[in-house]
């Protein structure tokens, strides 16, 4: 008889070498995302074949407290220097597209009748930066994890559709590679996405402004989670304790993000720990995709995928109207 030890950590191990390999792959491949990988085969596996039982708990375990630690190291890609050298303008937009994108899904969710918190998770998860948002916000609001996959698989495909749907929009419109940077880091919901969504549209520089671009929107997770924390929160929980104004894991993610400011770690030990980044997040991406049930979607009506498409062309529309008004010109 298998003890609860022993069924963890199979789950963690299957989780594990499936991150493994989409990293692998990510590697021969370029043009491919790691993470895209891992959610698909996840994804994949969870509909076709029956998962045993047994695995269940080291899969879950990957989906929340290895996504988390993939969370904190990410923050080692996050400079506030080359954030700041962004200027004035593209940093107003950034504020603008993460709150009007926030705060516009909370109030569409609500008209249409979508769950609250799947909603918030949904709004965090459009506004900021995908998955690790959506887990940083699951830490504040303490959620179903149905919920956190469901929010995950509408993050992946509606930051899907935006690669092809970006570059379709900066073509039409002869925006230049910077403009065209900034639009495509302020509007697409994954970073593995932009990267892939700038490298088509004309990598170089264009790729340098877009991932400069969203990581500034994904440091803003913090003041997000923290904001939502204090509106929510306001109660103690059954046992007396009022809940944290941010997870500690979160607290990690800026004190690493500090590091990364600083600049103090030699840089065989930040690419060491950017491939380990990378792995933590396939691991845990593998385990969102088996959580991704397609039945349990379909349950969930066409109100949230209507909320992820409203989302959508709610950012979509702040980044093309600050292009207008000269923001990377």
Same mark, same amino acid.
């Given at each position: 008889?298998?003890?609860?030890?022993?069924?963890?950590? $199979?789950?963690?191990?299957?989780?594990?070498?499936?991150?493994?390999?989409?990293?692998?792959?990510?590697?021969?491949?370029?043009?491919?995302?790691?993470?895209?990988?891992? !959610?698909?085969?996840?994804?994949?596996?969870?509909?076709?074949?029956?998962?045993?039982?047994?695995?269940?708990?080291?899969?879950?375990?990957?989906?929340?407290?290895?996504?988390?630690?993939?969370?904190?190291?990410? =923050?080692?890609?996050? $400079?506030?220097?080359?954030?700041?050298?962004?200027?004035? =303008?593209?940093?107003?937009?950034?504020?603008?597209?993460?709150?009007?994108?926030?705060?516009?899904?909370?109030?569409?969710?609500?008209?249409?009748?979508?769950?609250?918190?799947?909603?918030?998770?949904?709004?965090?998860?459009?506004?900021?930066?995908?998955?690790?948002?959506?887990?940083?916000?699951?830490?504040?609001?303490?959620?179903?994890?149905?919920?956190?996959?469901?929010?995950?698989?509408?993050?992946?495909?509606?930051?899907?559709?935006?690669?092809?749907?970006?570059?379709?929009?900066?073509?039409?419109?002869?925006? $230049?590679? $910077?403009?065209?940077?900034?639009?495509?880091?302020?509007?697409?919901?994954?970073?593995?996405?932009?990267?892939?969504?700038?490298?088509?549209?004309?990598?170089?520089?264009?790729?340098?402004?877009?991932?400069?671009?969203?990581?500034?929107?994904?440091?803003?997770?913090?003041?997000?989670?923290? =904001?939502?924390?204090?509106?929510?929160?306001?109660?103690?929980?059954?046992?007396?304790?009022?809940?944290?104004?941010?997870?500690?894991?979160?607290?990690?993610?800026?004190?690493?993000?500090?590091?990364?400011?600083?600049?103090?770690?030699?840089?065989?030990?930040?690419?060491?720990?950017?491939?380990?980044?990378?792995?933590?997040?396939?691991?845990?991406?593998?385990?969102?995709?088996?959580?991704?049930?397609?039945?349990?979607?379909?349950?969930?009506?066409?109100?949230?995928?209507?909320?992820?498409?409203?989302?959508?062309?709610?950012? !979509?529309?702040?980044?093309?109207?600050?292009?207008?008004?000269?923001?990377?010109?």
């Amino acid at each position: 008889m298998q003890t609860t030890t022993t069924r963890t950590g $199979s789950g963690i191990v299957l989780c594990a070498a499936v991150g493994l390999g989409s990293v692998l792959l990510g590697m021969a491949l370029p043009g491919l995302s790691p993470l895209l990988i891992a !959610i698909m085969v996840g994804t994949l596996v969870r509909n076709v074949v029956r998962i045993p039982q047994a695995l269940e708990p080291g899969i879950g375990f990957s989906a929340k407290h290895i996504l988390r630690w993939g969370v904190v190291l990410f =923050g080692l890609q996050i $400079s506030l220097k080359t954030v700041a050298d962004l200027g004035a =303008g593209a940093l107003v937009l950034i504020v603008c597209a993460v709150a009007i994108t926030f705060l516009g899904t909370q109030i569409i969710g609500r008209v249409l009748g979508v769950d609250s918190e799947l909603t918030t998770l949904i709004a965090a998860g459009f506004s900021i930066c995908g998955a690790a948002a959506v887990a940083g916000m699951q830490g504040t609001i303490k959620v179903a994890e149905e919920k956190v996959a469901a929010a995950i698989a509408l993050v992946v495909l509606f930051g899907t559709l935006m690669i092809p749907t970006t570059v379709a929009i900066t073509a039409a419109f002869g925006f $230049s590679d $910077s403009q065209s940077g900034i639009f495509i880091g302020a509007t697409t919901h994954e970073v593995a996405q932009v990267v892939a969504a700038a490298g088509i549209a004309g990598g170089g520089g264009l790729l340098a402004v877009a991932a400069t671009v969203k990581l500034a929107r994904v440091a803003l997770l913090a003041p997000v989670v923290a =904001g939502v924390s204090l509106t929510r929160n306001r109660g103690a929980d059954s046992d007396g304790k009022r809940p944290p104004i941010l997870p500690m894991f979160v607290i990690a993610f800026i004190v690493i993000m500090i590091v990364a400011t600083i600049d103090v770690l030699p840089g065989a030990v930040a690419d060491g720990a950017s491939y380990v980044q990378q792995f933590l997040l396939a691991t845990a991406m593998f385990a969102l995709g088996l959580g991704v049930h397609f039945k349990s979607l379909l349950k969930l009506g066409a109100r949230p995928l209507l909320l992820g498409l409203f989302s959508t062309l709610l950012i !979509i529309a702040v980044g093309l109207v600050a292009v207008f008004l000269g923001v990377g010109a």
